[in-house]
């Protein structure tokens, strides 16, 4: 499917159907139908009875065995969850070997005699070997096979395979697009949550970590050293990544640093007050110097260091600037 927000891209991509490239790269916000749109391309690709204006027909064959997820001639490369599905703190990657595998096989004969599709998503969790392994099939492109790549982080990809694909932008939904998109699906707090997520509708719905961050933020109005300890240990019996907890702290403290330049708060609008009251009683050149060493641990989000350990000292160090010590 295509969201609405998107129908203009698909018109832009169905009008040049005959002059495609091998290689599509999609690009834009994460959760907002970059993938669903790729899917689309794909099935319309391989559908043996399109319409006029390109789109797959959804009744022939090839379309059946899409919708099915059984497609001989449809390929996707994504990061692999591991059996158990504790995904956890690990940091989800593609990996050579799935490439290799992809590889050998689109240069074989497509098992129903017409295109064959592969589809990697998201393309910036290849790891330097898988992506160097890719690289070499976009150089040299076989015959009758088109290759479709999402991102979300378009800067993470090597700039060689970037200059290979054509590149498409999809656009964020409006907000007033987005809340009746998230309103329809009956989501309670859609205001809040949207707002969380900077404005992309199409997130995971996540009820106990959305608890669990709305404790953080009742501490971060209010902190104490003990409920700070309290929280360390209970964020990590959740096994969540570092990177996580990074998140939703790096969005207080922008909110606290708009704020202080009394403007609103982008991620946490219920929270306008506490943010305001604690931008009232801190000094902006020591948010900057806590925001730094939040980012400084950015790169080790997925690492096996210890998380209630960095929580414990993260959450100190905001304990003392709110205090303004």
């Known amino acids: 499917m295509i969201y609405p927000w998107h129908q203009n891209q698909w018109r832009q991509l169905a009008g040049h159907w005959e002059n495609r490239p091998n290689a599509w790269l999609f690009t834009g916000k994460e959760n907002t139908g970059k993938t669903a749109f790729a899917r689309f391309v794909a099935q319309a690709l391989l559908c043996e009875s399109p319409r006029e204006d390109h789109q797959p027909c959804g009744v022939c064959a090839s379309c059946h065995l899409f919708l099915q997820n059984s497609h001989p001639d449809f390929y996707e490369l994504t990061p692999e969850i591991p059996e158990d599905g504790a995904v956890g703190r690990k940091l989800l990657q593609i990996k ?21 599709v592969v589809l990697v998503h998201p393309a910036e969790s290849m790891n330097v070997q898988a992506a160097n392994g890719l690289l070499k099939a976009l150089e040299e492109p076989p015959q009758h096979v088109v290759f479709l790549m999402v991102t979300h982080a378009r800067d993470k990809l090597l700039p060689t395979i970037k200059s290979r694909c054509r590149q498409m932008v999809l656009p964020a939904p409006s907000r007033d697009e987005a809340l009746a998109y998230l309103r329809e699906e009956g989501v309670d707090d859609a205001e809040s949550l949207l707002a969380f997520h900077s404005g992309a509708p199409l997130f995971a719905h996540a009820p106990e970590m959305d608890d669990l961050r709305e404790e953080l933020l009742t501490l971060l109005a209010a902190p104490r050293l003990l409920t700070i300890l309290d929280y360390a240990a209970a964020f990590d019996k959740h096994k969540q990544p570092l990177a996580v907890f990074i998140d939703w702290m790096q969005k207080w403290l922008l909110d606290v640093g708009l704020a202080q330049q009394q403007m609103p708060p982008l991620y946490y609008p219920d929270y306008a007050q506490a943010l ?12 900057f110097a806590l925001t730094g060493r939040l980012n400084a641990l950015s790169p080790y989000g997925y690492h096996t260091l210890s998380v209630k350990m960095q929580l414990e000292y993260l959450l100190t160090e905001y304990l003392e600037f709110w205090q303004n010590k």
């Open 96 to 116: 050579i070997d799935a490439v290799r595998d992809i590889v050998e096989n689109i240069y074989l004969t497509a098992v129903r005699g017409g295109l064959r």
């Open 276 to 287: 305001s009251q604690t931008a009232s009683k801190t000094d902006p050149r020591r948010l």
